[in-house]
DNA sequence: AATAAAAATGATAATGATTATTATTATCAA
DNA sequence: TTGATAATAATAATCATTATCATTTTTATT
C-alpha cells in the first residue's frame, strides 16, 4: 500500500482524535497542519482508506458520513441532541452476523448497529 | 391526526409497495396517481409520516434516505450489489436497548441493526 | 352559507454533502 | 533524465434534501 503525505496525515489525525468527525471536520483538523491541501483530497483518501479497511464509515447520521478510526468490532451510539458519537462495546451484542445466518441464510459481509437517544451529558442539562 | 389526500396517498403507495423506497422512487410511484404532485410535497409528508411515527426511516444506504411501512420491530438486510433492502426478523437479536442499558447505563430511543452482503439472487448470477 | 384563519400545496431556488473533471505536480522505475 | 503513472488542488457538477413563497385547499366560526 502506497501512502501520499496527504493520506498518510489524515489517517493520523484521524488516529489522534477519535471522535468520529465528518469529512468536513477532518479537513478543518488537518488544515492547520497542511494549508494547501483540499477538501477533495480529504474525501478522496477518506474513500481509499475505507476501501482498503484501514478505517470505517458510519453512517445514519443526520445527513453527513463519519468516520471511525478504529475497525475493531463495536457499535455506536448517536445522542440525539448533541449528535456526538459514542462508542459501544461488541459484548452488548456478539455474534449478530451467525444469529443472522442461522435465521436466513443470509451471510453479512458487514454489520452498522446504532442505537440513538440522550447521552448522560444532554441528560443533565434539561 | 390530519390527512391531506397528498398525504394518504403517499402512504397508501408505500404500503402497496413496501420494497423500502427513497423519496424519489415513491415520487416516480405516486407521479402516475397524481400527476400534479410535488416531489417536495413528498418529502414534506414523509417527514410528517416519520415524526408521527406512521412510518420509519431507513439510512446508511449510500446517500439516499429509504422509507419503511412497517413499523415493527425489524432490522434489515442491504445488497452490496443491487442494494434491495431486505427485512430481517426481529428475533434475530432481540432486546437489543435492554443489553445496551445493562453494559451502559445509557438509554436508546431506537436502534438500527443493519447487514450489508449479497443476496441470494445476486450470488447466484456471479 | 360566508368568510376569516390556518394549513398544505406546487414550483422552484437554495443548501449541503459528495463526486467528477482537469490541468498541474509528485513519485519512481528504467 | 525521461517517461509513465498516480496523486494533487481547485473548482465545477451532481444529487438529495430543505427553504421559500405565492396560491389553493381545508377548517373552524359566525
Same mark, same amino acid.
Given at each position: 500500500?502506497?501512502?501520499?503525505?496527504?493520506? &498518510?496525515?489524515?489517517?493520523?489525525?484521524?488516529?489522534?482524535?477519535?471522535?468520529?468527525? !465528518?469529512? /468536513?471536520?477532518?479537513?478543518?483538523?488537518?488544515?492547520?497542519?497542511? #494549508? *494547501?491541501?483540499?477538501?477533495? !483530497?480529504?474525501?478522496?483518501?477518506?474513500?481509499?482508506? =475505507?476501501?482498503? $479497511?484501514?478505517?470505517?464509515?458510519? *453512517? $445514519?447520521?443526520? +445527513?453527513? =458520513?463519519? %468516520? /471511525?478510526?478504529?475497525? &475493531?468490532?463495536? %457499535?455506536?451510539?448517536?445522542?440525539?441532541c448533541?449528535?456526538?458519537? %459514542?462508542?459501544? #462495546?461488541?459484548?452488548?451484542?456478539?455474534?449478530?452476523?451467525?444469529?443472522?445466518?442461522?435465521?436466513? +441464510?443470509?451471510?453479512?459481509?458487514?454489520?452498522?448497529? !446504532?442505537?440513538? +437517544?440522550l447521552c *448522560? /451529558?444532554c441528560?443533565? *442539562?434539561?
Open positions: 500500500m502506497n501512502f501520499s503525505k496527504q493520506r &498518510e496525515l489524515i489517517l493520523d489525525v484521524l488516529r489522534q482524535n477519535p471522535i468520529h468527525p !465528518t469529512a /468536513d471536520k477532518l479537513y478543518e483538523l488537518v488544515r492547520p497542519l497542511m #494549508p *494547501s491541501i483540499s477538501l477533495a !483530497t480529504v474525501y478522496r483518501n477518506l474513500n481509499q482508506l =475505507v476501501d482498503n $479497511g484501514s478505517i470505517r464509515k458510519i *453512517s $445514519g447520521l443526520d +445527513g453527513a =458520513v463519519h %468516520y /471511525d478510526h478504529c475497525v &475493531e468490532k463495536h %457499535y455506536h451510539f448517536i445522542c440525539t448533541c449528535n456526538k458519537v %459514542y462508542d459501544v #462495546p461488541y459484548n452488548v451484542a456478539e455474534d449478530l452476523e451467525q444469529k443472522l445466518k442461522s435465521f436466513t +441464510g443470509l451471510e453479512a459481509q458487514s454489520t452498522e448497529l !446504532t442505537f440513538k +437517544g *448522560s /451529558d441528560q443533565k *442539562s434539561n
